[in-house]
Structures are given as C-alpha cells and as structure tokens.
C-alpha cells in the first residue's frame, strides 16, 4: 500500500489560524476527559499583539495528508528566557497529532529547522507558549479532566516525542487533596504554632477594588520568588495586567492571599475555583447561551486549583508556604470547595511536596518538560 505524502504548511491567514485551532476537537473527539478551551482565547494567545510577543517569536504549521489534517505545531523562541538564561534553547508548543510517528515527526523537524535557523542549540517543550502559561505533557494521571490552565493529552503522545529522540528535561508534578484528608485540626495546631512564634507573620486575603496596587506586590514578589527555579521567565507589567484582566472575573477574593511580615509583603498564593468543570459544558464558546450555562455550572463547582504560591527568597523555610496553603484550605472549605489541587510543583522542590503531603495532599498527575540537542 502507498502511503500518501504528507503536506505541512505555514500558518498564514485567519482561516489558517483556526483550522490549527478547531485540529484539537478532531484529535480529542469522544474523549471524556478533555476541556475544550475557549477559541476568543486561544485566537488571543496567538494574536501579534499578544504581550508575549513583545518578547518572543512564534511560528505555526498545519500537517496534512490527501488534505487532511492530521498535525499541529508552534515554534517558539522567548528572548527573555534566552537572556535571563544565558542559553540558546528554543521551544515546541501546542503540539497535536494523530497516533502517527511520521505525522509528529515531521512537525517536530519543521520546528528543529526553524530553530536553528534563529541559532538556537536546543529544542524543549511542551510550551503553550512558555512555563507562565500551560506547559508540560502529560505521562501520568490520564484518568482525570486537567484543572483550570492545565493541560491534556492523548496516551500516545510521550511515546510519540521520544521516537523522535526527545529526552526528559523536567517533570512537574500536580496533586490533589480533598476535606477528608484535610488534617484540619492538624493544621489548626500547626497554625496556632506558627502564629505564636512568629507574631509579626499575617495573611490578607486580596483588595480588588484596588487591584493595580495589588499587582504591584504580586509582581515584585513573583519575579523575586521564582527567579531561582528551573525555567523562570519574569513577567512583563503588560503580561501581569492582562493575567489579571482575564482572570478578575473568576476571583474569589478569599482564595487569593497575602502573606506580610509586619508591614512588609513576603508571599502571596493565587488559588482559582476549576472553571474547567463549567468549561466541560461550553464546547469553546461563550454566546448568550454559554453565559447562561456558564452561571449555572459555575454554582457547582467544588475543586480549587492553587496555581501560584510564593516567598520572597529572606522569608522561605519559615512556614510562609505552609501557612498559606492552609489559609487557602480552610477559606475554601468555608466557600464550599471541598477538593483541591495544587499544580505545579517541579520535581526539585522536594520541601514543598514534603509540605503538602504532609497536609494531606497525594501526587496524582505528572507532566513532563523535553529536550533535544538542536
């Protein structure tokens, strides 16, 4: 049997542009556990005028075979990471492909070509488009819909990139807690505790009438807390307000928390109801109707995704971490959210899954970062 050429191509025009985005309800059709994401916001994130590509560039091609589509691909070059890393790696993102090693083979070389057509060494990924958005393919935990912000996909795709000789970089992991394993009159001690040695040491719960003053600290804190952990990129003050734009309407004001020092800001925690449970329902669009179901569902939703956590660097190893967690699980319980997962963790930061486990918290999830010589 011949089999028939495969065709990739540029994406150039909108039509483009959403054939490569409509590709994911082919390659996920019939699956139960996948979210379909908005398209305004998956045509957002690949607008030019995206804050990211201030600093970035991002080039995306179609497979196709007898005019089918069978693949997709970005490639991806943040100058930022280039700069604050001192290392030419370039990246693959928003990677979908039927279970073809040839179809994913291709995709990947058109990237690896690219890349080092701008001088790149390294070829890494899953990026959607960088470690401050989704990243990571998932290799364990295939029996669950992802959290808000997550990704997903298809069993076969690990076994895909490491036919094309891509290799682990890092894994992150995500875990899942739930009130009954809570330990909530253990954490209650451990807060009591804490609260009586370190009297100076308070939480606060988010100001949003007066969010622009908010972001400020949550900047600050942000690029000074992460800027030690593997693949740290910092945020533009335009890729923070727009962050912020797009995820106001979806705060719980006692589910973001500060944590200060007396007077000073030293930690902060972002935890988001998992609107991927009303997102199920929506099939990627909003209209009339899908506000309608959007408020409904909404008013079901019992898990919470504790998306961001940090301290300042002066102020780590002195129960920060934990007492944020634990403020975040007790206003939680109160709202009515029951269930919990915290996500990501890299794999390094063992004191952190020691913490959480600790908590009563189980790794249940594990997505994988890979890497390449160019």
Avoid at 12 to 31: A, H, P
Avoid at 294 to 323: C, D, P, T, W
Wanted: some cysteine; aromatic content about 12%; proline content about 5%.
């Amino acid at each position: 049997m011949i089999r028939q050429e495969l065709q990739v191509e540029e994406v150039k025009n909108q039509q483009d542009l959403m054939t490569f985005i409509r590709f994911s309800w082919e390659v996920y059709k019939g699956d139960r556990y996948w979210v379909p994401p908005l398209i305004k916001d998956q045509i957002l994130k690949f607008n030019p005028k995206h804050p990211f590509r201030s600093h970035a560039e991002m080039t995306l091609f179609l497979a196709r075979r007898e005019g089918k589509m069978v693949g997709r691909i970005a490639g991806i070059i943040d100058h930022h990471y280039v700069k604050f890393h001192q290392e030419k790696v370039g990246f693959f993102g928003f990677f979908e492909s039927i279970d073809d090693a040839e179809v994913a083979g291709i995709l990947l070389s058109r990237v690896a070509d690219w890349l080092k057509g701008h001088e790149m060494e390294k070829m890494a990924g899953p990026m959607n488009p960088s470690t401050n958005d989704e990243c990571g393919l998932l290799i364990e935990g295939f029996d669950a819909s992802p959290c808000l912000m997550m990704p997903y996909n298809p069993r076969y795709y690990p076994s895909l990139l490491e036919g094309f000789g891509l290799r682990k970089r890092m894994d992150l992991y995500a875990y899942f807690a739930e009130e009954s394993s809570f330990h909530l009159d253990r954490l209650n001690r451990i807060t009591e505790r804490l609260r009586k040695r370190e009297p100076r040491l308070h939480i606060r719960p988010i100001d949003l009438p007066h969010l622009d003053e908010e972001l400020k600290i949550i900047k600050e804190i942000y690029n000074q807390a992460w800027s030690k952990n593997w693949g740290f990129v910092p945020l533009t003050d335009e890729e923070i307000n727009l962050l912020a734009k797009e995820l106001k309407p979806l705060v719980v004001s006692d589910l973001v928390l500060f944590a200060y020092w007396e007077e000073e800001p030293i930690g902060f925690s972002v935890s988001l109801p998992d609107y991927n449970e009303v997102l199920k329902h929506l099939n990627g669009k909003i209209g009339l109707l899908g506000a309608l179901k959007f408020l409904y569902y909404s008013k079901k939703i019992n898990k919470i995704r504790v998306m961001l956590l940090g301290v300042k660097h002066a102020f780590q190893k002195k129960g920060v971490e934990g007492l944020l967690y634990i403020e975040t699980f007790k206003r939680g319980n109160r709202k009515g959210y029951h269930q919990a997962e915290c996500s990501w963790i890299l794999e390094e930061n063992v004191l952190m899954q020691h913490g959480i486990e600790a908590m009563g918290g189980r790794r249940y999830k594990n997505y994988r970062i890979y890497e390449m010589p160019l």
